[in-house]
């Protein structure tokens, strides 16, 4: 998570949305860098304004707006399934090297999912559990350009950013039923991501 004060805005980093990117291009440039433990790094809108919303209007400044990234919700899936395929993680039960995606997503589907499909949602981290929370600015992940825009006209800052956490190159095929039965799990996810394409 980067908060810059000033500019009142706290850039929430969504797991698996390039936020590592982000926060390299643009620590220097942020007031306050979360960046470890990994919890905190990556806190939900949940977590934010329980925990930080009220520390930080305690200081002075309680209308910092959020924003984050939302990704395709099987692509951002997928990228998970291709995270949990590298090399040092081999014999780890976090591996996902021994499996098709197919088998991935069914795991993801349980209600009880196994440790290696435990990743969580993207509707979660962006609206809480009951979905009552929300961000005040939400960009598509495959729209980069409207994102990068936004943070250099609002931070008054010109920045590049180079690619992190690059996962190997895996096929995403789903079987047909497979896909049908994934896109009821992640319901919530796509009325989300349906909601960014208007």
């Not at 936020?19 to 790094?41: H, N």
């Not at 981290?125 to 936004?150: E, S």
């Not at 250099?152 to 690619?163: G, H, S």
Request: glycine share 4%; hydrophobic share 40%.
């Amino acid at each position: 998570m980067l908060v810059f004060w000033k500019e009142k805005l706290a850039f929430m980093a969504t797991p698996k949305t390039g936020s590592t990117a982000y926060q390299e291009a643009l620590r220097d440039r942020a007031d306050i860098v979360v960046s470890d433990p990994t919890t905190l790094k990556h806190t939900t809108i949940q977590r934010y304004n329980r925990f930080f919303r009220p520390m930080f209007a305690v200081a002075g400044a309680d209308d910092i707006k959020t924003l984050a990234v939302m990704r395709e919700p099987i692509e951002w899936l997928g990228s998970w399934y291709r995270f949990r395929s590298r090399p040092f993680l081999d014999g780890n039960p976090n591996s996902t090297a021994q499996m098709s995606f197919d088998e991935f997503a069914l795991a993801y589907c349980q209600g009880d999912r196994p440790s290696f499909a435990a990743v969580g949602s993207q509707a979660k981290f962006l609206t809480g559990p009951k979905g009552a929370d929300h961000m005040d600015y939400l960009f598509r992940y495959d729209d980069q350009d409207t994102l990068i825009a936004f943070l250099k006209d609002r931070l008054e800052v010109d920045f590049a950013l180079n690619r992190r956490n690059v996962s190997p190159k895996k096929e995403l095929s789903l079987d047909p039923k497979t896909e049908r039965k994934l896109r009821r799990k992640l319901s919530a996810e796509y009325a989300l991501w349906d909601g960014l394409s208007d």
